[in-house]
């Protein structure tokens, strides 16, 4: 039995040793450091750049930083608003909470819960397309509540992960291992990927390798399209109770003097013509006009970028996520032409980010 | 409680400290509590039923002392059986008749399919005196409610466990080591085999979504899981008993390098098949006595191991089908031998032996078809779109192969590790895995089980699904 034991505790050695090794590459990335303590450090101005890669508590912390903050401006949406950086804009009192609002009824739900003197001024909500698409809201995408409960860090988890990421390729494990001042999270330091300090979200290593990617050359996108899944079901008509929850929505906003932006995002150029082609989705046309009826009568604006013929597919992370280039533009039209931003968005670093680059997916500054 | 699980290893930490530590007269209730604990985890009604099959068991097999009773033997195993019948097809026959309906929701505990069998297999020997009952109710229910072989067999015989159980366990080194290793392999198995292939199969439950080819890829990827995850569990389940001295028989021993349906059946989930054989086949009069009766007793054996399987229809075209492709084997052999010797190939020559593993790969995967979509409406469905024109151009090759989410990366992986796999089953086919494994090196023992535990930290499937044959 003593020789069984100890030959069992002599092959268990370098295996505890290997996981050792993972375990503190977690430890010294922060993986394990709560939203809380992030929040506090972006509140109190510390340029915190948070990825986290084995739990995902976004509407939380979104929702954290954001009555923290009180930001005078602020963006809200699913991850397609997430690439409004603070550059863009004047105003620097500024959040992008963008990840905060997964469903059309969570936006109302998400500024309910911020503290009124928390709440914006102005507020830019980016509604997703199939928020407006019954066959895509019923498949359990209207849910009746919401909290803000998340997930604790599990070293189990964490651990499990880690060793397959690095199998995969997903970070090096001396630099995780190495101490990144300001950089919490295994994505933020195997990847950089994760948020930035004011909300906005860096892809990272995909930046430059947009090869590895998920859904290179939009094949997995095509494929929804293909087959009317996953965001990309087929839809005749806008589904009347989204509209009623915006209806909601904007008559609440009103009631708390906060002056609303509606942007509708966009598509990849191709996607979007495969879309049309397919003749599957015609809801899309209806949405804009019905959402600037309901604005009409609070001065709201709407500004629908389903489709923009002026950008390129390779400044697309993927199929319905744009690059900071295409937000880039679309902070450009906004300052054109909004009314309500006037004043607040910076045309000249717009200008300057928007020149030509070396990468499709990176701006210039 | 999941053999994967760290609960599970908790569990058997403490088992195995506290059987190897006490004295060899307290083992039996160690092994009793951890078979309650166990069964426990599985809800109340799992334990409640395993009393009640348990004792009637044991009542039945103690009346059958000094006299052989059929009748009484019957009277035992139907009662025994009664419960895995009432669970298993009360709520398939709620669904058509009426009077029934109220058991339409009824769900079988864990394990009944095995255990009750194994009621059944003591209450045979008992009858053929080939057994004494046993007396003692506790090493009874140590055979019957084993934990290592609850909810997903093997379902072994009492005459090769019930001496283990009353013996005085001696600690073998040898064995525990086979135990160890067998528990890298299960883990490997099922975490980079099993849990991988159960994701690719999505052209087998949403068919309009995907070409005709992608079904082919689908099934094989179901016939690697389905046997991967019951290979694993059966090695999980025999190297967790070897660590407490006890020797279990091998459940599988290579089935995919069978070059017929009888030899596959003398390979996959060994201690059923035995177990319909000797119980249902045989005595139904097997191959000695006239076609006619050959017939019946390869149909009936069959349509009981579908019919155990589950109630729909799908398990019994399942049983059926392996009925007829035993029947049309022995049919064929003549002509076949025949054939075999124009070509001029020996019975173990290279062609001939690779003809038949692909030919029964081939027939054993028809039938899984029916076994995985379990009624013939879903399988008719999933055929039809089998059967969409296809083209034979490498594009659509490709396609429907990224369909169903494979990268090359992961089809390098699966196939490095699928050939793994092969390479040990192919090694161990005359022998099986754990004669196989013990007559290497300890090198080699120490070798294999780093890369099986290496293999799964770094290339596991994220979580642990469900063993398949929980379900039965």
Known sequence: MKRFLSAIALFLLPILLVVALFARAIYASGEWRTEEEIAQRVAAGEPAFFGLAYRDNTRYYKHLVANELGADLLVLGTSRSMQFHSEFFTNKSFYNAGGGAGYVNEFQYFLEQLDQDKLPQTLIMVMDQYFFNGSWVGTGSMPDGFDYGHYPFSWKTALSESMRGWASGKFSLLNALQTHPNVYGMAAVGRGSGFNADGSYCYGRLLDHPEEGTDVGFHDTFDRITKGINRFEYGEYVYP???EVVQSLLAWCNDHNIQVVLIIPPYAPSVYERMAESGNYN???????ILTELCEPYGYEVYNFTYMPNTQDNQYIDGYHGGDRVYATIAQTLGQQSTILQGQIDTDYLAQALADGPNPLRLTQ | MNFLSFSFAGFGILLFAAWWALPNQCRPWILAAANIIFAALFGTKAILCLAIVSAI???????QSNRQNKALAFAGILACAA???GYKYLPVAGLHIEALQAFQGIIAPVGISFYVFKSISYLIEVYRTRIAPERNFLFYFNYIGFFAQFSSGPIQRPNQLLPQLRQTFVFSQTLAFQGCIRLCWGLFLKKCLADHFAVYQGALTQTDHYYGLCIVWSMIAYALYLYFDFASYSQLSIGVANLLGI??????????????IGEFWRRWHISLSSFLKDYIYIPMGGSRNGTAVLIAATMVTFLVSGAWHGATDGFLVWGALHGIYLLAGRATKPLREKGWALLHQAPNSVLRTLCGYLCTFVLVTIGWFFFQTGTLHQAFGVAS??????SFSLQYIKESVTQ?????????????FTAFAAFVDWSSKDKGFGAWIMHKKPTFWVVFCYICVFSTLFFGAAGTLQNIYFAF
Do not use: A, C, H, M
Not at chain 2, 247 to 260: G, W
Not at chain 2, 405 to 411: A, D, E, F, Q, R
């Open chain 1, 241 to 243: 109770t989204s509209t």
């Open chain 1, 283 to 289: 809801y899309l046309d209806w949405i804009p006009k």
């Open chain 2, 57 to 63: 068991g044991y009542v039945f097999g103690l009346l």
């Open chain 2, 83 to 85: 419960p895995l019948l």
């Open chain 2, 247 to 260: 020797r279990v028989e091998e459940n599988f021993i290579s089935p995919y390098f069978s070059r017929s």
């Open chain 2, 385 to 390: 779109y089998l059967f969409q024109p296809f």
């Open chain 2, 404 to 416: 169903l989410g494979y990268t090359p990366i992961i089809l390098l992986r699966l196939g490095l």
